[in-house]
């Protein structure tokens, strides 16, 4: 499958404002790159110019539209963290191109590289500064369309792409908490994401977002808020791709609640 094709016709509401600015110089290549089904249709003019009063072909375009901005703006913040540290890991790489390769085949894992490599250039053309601003407006524009759950599964993906070396450099962890700022999130989700993958009791506090001082009431109503903004459901209509990756999240948050809950005989 193209790129173009998982693109779904349009961009919804990522094609306009500061990241459709961002991402309007790789579009058109994109366009150009699709062979096999027409400018016409990449635009979705059949879509569009439909009269059908079907709500669930409504419902379903829309969240195809909500699905592709998503996966947009994931590409674009991550060309961001992956060059906080001054490097392209090819890791960091490879696994967002596995990330398209498994959910849209080989043909997007190339395009979604090239648009990487796109922003990339961009960044260096713009300088840094300019580049840091235009991903913080970006930012601003996803807050106000996503809602807060879609934001921290965003976090979670750019989070994952910045471990795919094995280390985390400093300088990833500032510009992650800059664009959880920027989305409106607290820098303390980073802390948290960073040690969903460790087995300790000290890791288990960290996901929680508590002091191991906690009182046990203390750590239930954080356990309740991660396990609310964190459930698989909340991200269902982004596809199953998201909600399966939510889903291991969840999990890891309940391993991190379990070893607590049992070092406490609770």
Avoid at 38 to 47: A, E, F, K, N
Avoid at 61 to 75: A, C, H, T, W
């Amino acid at each position: 499958m193209a790129f173009g094709k998982w693109i779904g016709g349009y961009l919804g509401w990522s094609a306009a404002g500061p990241l459709g600015a961002l991402l309007g110089f790789v579009v058109g290549a994109i366009f150009d790159a699709v062979t096999d089904g027409g400018t016409s249709r990449l635009l979705g003019s059949d879509d569009f110019s439909s009269s059908s009063a079907d709500s669930d072909y409504q419902q379903a375009r829309r969240q195809q539209g909500d699905r592709n901005s998503f996966l947009l703006s994931m590409l674009v913040l991550a060309s961001y963290i992956i060059k906080a540290d001054g490097r392209i890991m090819h890791s960091e790489m490879e696994l967002v191109r596995q990330m398209l390769r498994q959910n849209f085949g080989d043909v997007a894992a190339e395009q979604g590289n090239d648009i990487l490599n796109r922003l990339f250039e961009e960044q260096k053309q713009m300088g840094q500064a300019a580049y840091k601003e235009s991903i913080r407006r970006s930012c601003v524009q996803i807050q106000m369309n996503m809602d807060q759950s879609q934001r921290l599964q965003l976090l979670s993906f750019l989070v994952m792409i910045a471990q795919a070396d094995g280390r985390v450099d400093p300088a990833e962890v500032v510009a992650l908490k800059e664009v959880a700022q920027w989305l409106q999130l607290s820098p303390d989700n980073i802390d948290s994401m960073l040690h969903l993958k460790g087995d300790s009791l000290e890791d288990a506090y960290k996901v929680l977002g508590v002091s191991p001082d906690a009182t046990d009431d203390e750590l239930r109503k954080a356990y309740r808020r991660l396990a609310l903004e964190h459930h698989p459901d909340r991200v269902a209509k982004l596809g199953d791709d998201v909600r399966q990756a939510a889903e291991k999240k969840f999990q890891e948050i309940n391993a991190a609640k379990d070893r607590i809950w049992k070092a406490r005989g609770l």
